[in-house]
């Protein structure tokens, strides 16, 4: 028995949580995060954890991490400097990508550059056939040219993405032996091994994202490993990933690409958990941190995946965690334009210097700083002690922003919660159309820093009825790293029809996946148990461009039953466009696995439930709508379970403050989760 460890990595806060195994009992604690030294804020929570715990690293027994140094080398556009290697005429694959505009409804809207620029696109005389047959094979002079190329531009590491190379990698193979066995300092990555789907942009532009993040990563995690060693921590830290699992420290140096969304997947699985201990089947979460707010639909549990998610500009094909982030943290910085216009984010203090209230030399006015002014901040501490507000600093930021709007703080306090709820309120409205669903049907669980603070006003804004707080909020992305079974996904291009004549290739085709999938489950992460298999197929009508992905059965496989495929297919598409062809030709482009293998969980008791109505310790005065409330003040670890009260209310923690307005009533049901329900 010993300790098990959860750490996720924000803009503002770094979150802890220890499990301790014996005694079945969690602890959470937060510190500000490093951006100036990555990892630094790791080793002062293990510092922190022995000093307020008394849990020396000796004893951890499981260490999970979610960090945003792949992320942050994306965005900040940080990354290595990369060079392209491409199939012979084809220099263009990143600039002309899909030829969208990010905003259709914007004419001034532009596409990113390119995350490799044309310059440092360079082509090789080579040629695949679709079929896998080779056309060309490289030629080591063109090889040899692009690389001497690619030194005088001072390329730190190569992305080779040559056409065709899904059907068969062997081009993007043989000419990476050759840079490596000219150059075997010089770190080279080929499309097809980084993730081999069809179409070369979608390819092309994974794979530059994995070569331009892979060094700093891998260099962050052997600092890490190195680390957590040196303060006697004895096992290696497991990486979180964005497809909502985990996997080793050597996978994740080599795979960095599959924890850069991390922290939202990790998120997305603490809420699903609460949401099934808490008995809700629909659930929208609302992780807020210090920079963004990231939103999930989760359906007993589980929320959706997809690929196409965007890294800062970038898209990324690997399936992730299907969250949407909304430019509305805790931190996102409220502005007059020029115009005289009040506009919320997306720009962040981050945690240096923070939010004006934090008293760390922030002077622009934030959403943390407005809840400070408004009166909901201030109770307690922020940050288990990390913060104490500056009620007076807020007000001086929002005081700034008041004048150029000809308002004094508390109205412009007021006027910037509204509008960053107003942005939610836009952005949700627009997943919830996507999927064809209402939000009614579905609670708010809200986590994050700030998620609590701001749950309530966009629920009722969404005509949601409940809000679901979990028991540690601002630390769930660090419980889901806790919570989350090793994973990992495997595609394979078949280009099939559904016919009795195709099974036998895609019975090859699914026996070749599973060995792939059933051997990094076990070689690759050492795991002894089997794994728990799930398939999907992207598939369409013969004839359209695109795919709609579509769950299988592993029987109608095995057991040939290509009228069962179909016929998922048909009802897939229905589903989604409401209409489906059931005599029209179904192709299947691609046939994907995952892979998970069962990992030891925490497992929370049921409390006794006694019904309750504790008294307040005290009154805290409000601002809300235009005019000023009396909001009970409650501290989170004095509600049991059973214990209820009504709105307005402050519910102050260590790790978040929450704010029930009027109009909405709370109790705590058996695991310690606040529900919050309109009256």
């Given at each position: 028995?010993?300790?098990?460890?959860?750490?996720?990595?924000?803009?503002?806060?770094?979150?802890?949580?220890?499990?301790?195994?014996?005694?079945?009992?969690?602890?959470?604690?937060?510190?500000?995060?490093?951006?100036?030294?990555?990892?630094?804020?790791?080793?002062?929570?293990?510092?922190?954890?022995?000093?307020?715990?008394?849990?020396?690293?000796?004893?951890?027994?499981?260490?999970?991490?979610?960090?945003?140094?792949?992320?942050?080398?994306?965005?900040?556009?940080?990354?290595?400097?990369?060079c392209l290697l491409v199939t012979e005429g084809f220099r263009d694959v990143l600039e002309l990508a899909r030829l969208k505009i990010p905003d259709p409804y914007d004419l001034f809207s532009r596409r990113p550059e390119p995350?490799?620029?044309?310059?440092?696109?360079?082509?090789?005389?080579?040629?695949?056939?679709?079929?896998?047959?080779?056309?060309?094979?490289?030629?080591?002079?063109?090889?040899?040219e692009a690389l001497a190329r690619a030194e005088a531009l001072g390329a730190e590491a190569v992305v080779i993405g040559f056409l065709h190379s899904y059907a068969n990698p062997a081009h993007e193979r043989d000419v990476a032996a050759m840079i490596r066995a000219a150059r075997p300092?010089?770190?080279?990555?080929?499309?097809?091994?980084?993730?081999?789907?069809?179409?070369?942009?979608?390819?092309?532009?994974?794979?530059?994202?994995?070569?331009?993040?892979?060094?700093?990563?891998?260099?962050?995690?052997?600092?890490?490993?190195?680390?957590?060693?040196?303060?006697?921590?004895?096992?290696?830290?497991?990486?979180?990933?964005?497809?909502?699992?985990?996997?080793?420290?050597?996978?994740?140096?080599?795979?960095?690409?599959?924890?850069?969304?991390?922290?939202?997947?990790?998120?997305?699985?603490?809420?699903?958990?609460?949401?099934?201990?808490?008995?809700?089947?629909?659930?929208?979460?609302?992780?807020?941190?210090?920079?963004?707010?990231?939103?999930?639909?989760?359906?007993?549990?589980?929320?959706?995946?997809?690929?196409?998610?965007?890294?800062?500009?970038?898209?990324?094909?690997?399936?992730?965690?299907?969250?949407?982030?909304?430019?509305?943290?805790?931190?996102?910085?409220?502005?007059?334009?020029?115009?005289?216009?009040?506009?919320?984010?997306?720009?962040?203090?981050?945690?240096?210097?923070?939010?004006?209230?934090?008293?760390?030399?922030?002077?622009?006015?934030?959403?943390?700083?407005?809840?400070?002014?408004?009166?909901?901040?201030?109770?307690?501490?922020?940050?288990?002690?990390?913060?104490?507000?500056?009620?007076?600093?807020?007000?001086?930021?929002?005081?700034?922003?008041?004048?150029?709007?000809?308002?004094?703080?508390?109205?412009?306090?007021?006027?910037?919660?509204?509008?960053?709820?107003?942005?939610?309120?836009?952005?949700?409205?627009?997943?919830?159309?996507?999927?064809?669903?209402?939000?009614?049907?579905?609670?708010?669980?809200?986590?994050?820093?700030?998620?609590?603070?701001?749950?309530?006003?966009?629920?009722?804004?969404?005509?949601?009825?409940?809000?679901?707080?979990?028991?540690?909020?601002?630390?769930?992305?660090?419980?889901?790293?806790?919570?989350?079974?090793?994973?990992?996904?495997?595609?394979?291009?078949?280009?099939?029809?559904?016919?009795?004549?195709?099974?036998?290739?895609?019975?090859?085709?699914?026996?070749?996946?599973?060995?792939?999938?059933?051997?990094?489950?076990?070689?690759?992460?050492?795991?002894?148990?089997?794994?728990?298999?799930?398939?999907?197929?992207?598939?369409?009508?013969?004839?359209?461009?695109?795919?709609?992905?579509?769950?299988?059965?592993?029987?109608?496989?095995?057991?040939?039953?290509?009228?069962?495929?179909?016929?998922?297919?048909?009802?897939?598409?229905?589903?989604?466009?409401?209409?489906?062809?059931?005599?029209?030709?179904?192709?299947?482009?691609?046939?994907?696995?995952?892979?998970?293998?069962?990992?030891?969980?925490?497992?929370?008791?049921?409390?006794?439930?006694?019904?309750?109505?504790?008294?307040?310790?005290?009154?805290?005065?409000?601002?809300?709508?235009?005019?000023?409330?009396?909001?009970?003040?409650?501290?989170?670890?004095?509600?049991?379970?059973?214990?209820?009260?009504?709105?307005?209310?402050?519910?102050?923690?260590?790790?978040?403050?929450?704010?029930?307005?009027?109009?909405?009533?709370?109790?705590?049901?058996?695991?310690?989760?606040?529900?919050?329900?309109?009256?």
């Amino acid at each position: 028995m010993g300790y098990r460890i959860g750490v996720d990595i924000g803009g503002t806060f770094t979150d802890f949580c220890v499990f301790d195994e014996e005694a079945q009992r969690l602890e959470t604690l937060k510190v500000l995060s490093r951006p100036d030294a990555p990892g630094e804020e790791v080793l002062q929570g293990l510092a922190e954890i022995e000093r307020r715990f008394g849990i020396p690293p000796t004893a951890v027994t499981y260490f999970t991490h979610g960090s945003t140094v792949g992320v942050n080398a994306i965005i900040q556009k940080r990354g290595a400097r990369l060079c392209l290697l491409v199939t012979e005429g084809f220099r263009d694959v990143l600039e002309l990508a899909r030829l969208k505009i990010p905003d259709p409804y914007d004419l001034f809207s532009r596409r990113p550059e390119p995350i490799v620029p044309r310059d440092r696109v360079l082509e090789v005389r080579e040629r695949m056939n679709p079929d896998g047959s080779t056309d060309t094979a490289p030629e080591r002079e063109s090889v040899l040219e692009a690389l001497a190329r690619a030194e005088a531009l001072g390329a730190e590491a190569v992305v080779i993405g040559f056409l065709h190379s899904y059907a068969n990698p062997a081009h993007e193979r043989d000419v990476a032996a050759m840079i490596r066995a000219a150059r075997p300092d010089l770190p080279v990555f080929c499309s097809a091994e980084v993730w081999p789907i069809v179409r070369e942009y979608e390819r092309s532009i994974t794979a530059c994202i994995h070569g331009s993040v892979q060094p700093r990563v891998a260099h962050y995690i052997t600092r890490l490993e190195a680390a957590l060693a040196a303060r006697g921590v004895p096992v290696a830290p497991m990486i979180t990933k964005s497809n909502g699992g985990v996997m080793t420290a050597a996978a994740g140096k080599a795979r960095s690409i599959e924890m850069l969304l991390s922290g939202t997947a990790a998120g997305a699985i603490g809420a699903g958990f609460v949401a099934r201990q808490a008995g809700f089947p629909r659930v929208m979460s609302l992780d807020i941190g210090g920079t963004s707010a990231d939103v999930a639909l989760l359906r007993d549990g589980m929320p959706d995946f997809r690929a196409g998610e965007l890294v800062g500009e970038y898209p990324i094909y690997l399936p992730t965690v299907s969250v949407s982030s909304i430019g509305a943290g805790g931190g996102s910085i409220a502005v007059v334009d020029a115009l005289g216009v009040l506009r919320v984010g997306p720009d962040s203090a981050g945690s240096v210097p923070g939010p004006a209230c934090y008293g760390r030399g922030g002077e622009a006015a934030t959403i943390t700083d407005a809840f400070a002014v408004k009166g909901v901040l201030g109770a307690g501490e922020l940050g288990y002690g990390a913060v104490r507000i500056d009620k007076a600093a807020a007000e001086r930021a929002l005081g700034a922003v008041g004048e150029r709007l000809g308002r004094d703080a508390a109205a412009a306090a007021e006027a910037v919660v509204a509008l960053a709820v107003a942005n939610m309120y836009r952005e949700v409205s627009r997943l919830f159309s996507q999927v064809g669903e209402e939000p009614s049907g579905y609670a708010l669980l809200a986590f994050g820093g700030a998620g609590p603070m701001l749950g309530c006003l966009l629920a009722e804004e969404m005509g949601m009825d409940a809000v679901i707080v979990p028991r540690t909020p601002g630390v769930l992305a660090a419980l889901g790293g806790l919570l989350a079974d090793l994973r990992s996904d495997f595609v394979r291009v078949v280009f099939l029809d559904v016919a009795p004549e195709a099974m036998p290739e895609l019975q090859a085709a699914f026996a070749a996946l599973t060995a792939e999938a059933r051997g990094w489950l076990r070689d690759s992460q050492g795991h002894a148990g089997e794994g728990r298999l799930g398939v999907s197929a992207e598939m369409r009508y013969r004839g359209q461009s695109y795919e709609i992905e579509v769950p299988l059965e592993p029987a109608w496989i095995a057991d040939p039953a290509p009228e069962r495929i179909a016929g998922a297919f048909h009802a897939r598409h229905a589903e989604i466009y409401g209409h489906a062809d059931e005599k029209a030709a179904v192709h299947l482009v691609a046939l994907r696995v995952v892979i998970a293998g069962i990992t030891p969980k925490p497992e929370f008791p049921a409390g006794t439930v006694v019904e309750s109505r504790p008294a307040p310790e005290g009154q805290v005065p409000v601002a809300h709508r235009g005019g000023m409330v009396q909001a009970a003040l409650f501290r989170r670890a004095a509600l049991p379970p059973g214990a209820a009260f009504a709105g307005p209310a402050v519910v102050v923690q260590d790790d978040t403050t929450g704010w029930v307005p009027p109009g909405f009533g709370g109790h705590v049901d058996a695991f310690g989760n606040l529900i919050l329900r309109r009256s």
